[in-house]
Nanobody, 116 residues
Framework: VQLQASGGGLVQAGGSLRLSCAASGQTFSRYVMGWFRQAPGKEREFVAAIKWSDGSTYYADSVKGRFTISRDNAKNTVYLQMNSLRPEDMAVYYC??????????WGQGTLVTVSS
């Protein structure tokens, strides 16, 4: 299973980006799918998650109210809408199953750069 995250880029502080994540050869229907991020020199951290079965969402405090996670069942794709971006949001963003026991191999992620 290969997770492909996309949609990153360079944005000014206060701007928005929408990330997408799809998987080849795997449906997300029984998973809680999450977005994670890793800034240079820091550990990977949880950002947001969505329970595929009922759409329940979970957010890190640092992004609550600014980021929105969603899913498209037909496309088997999970999204992360990021608004009001801050320099501290700059990181490589990854998607994966939330629970470590269910996680797939980590893909390359997508780089989000926020200029101040």
């Amino acid at each position: 299973v290969q997770l492909q995250a996309s949609g990153g880029g360079l944005v000014q502080a206060g701007g928005s980006l929408r990330l997408s994540c799809a998987a080849s050869g795997q449906t997300f229907s029984r998973y809680v799918m999450g977005w994670f991020r890793q800034a240079p020199g820091k550990e990977r951290e949880f950002v947001a998650a969505i329970k595929w079965s009922d759409g329940s969402t979970y957010y890190a405090d640092s992004v609550k109210g600014r980021f929105t996670i969603s899913r498209d069942n037909a496309k088997n794709t999970v999204y992360l809408q990021m608004n009001s971006l801050r320099p501290e949001d700059m990181a490589v963003y990854y998607c994966n199953a939330l629970y470590s026991r269910e996680q797939f191999s980590w893909g390359q992620g997508t780089l989000v750069t926020v200029s101040s």
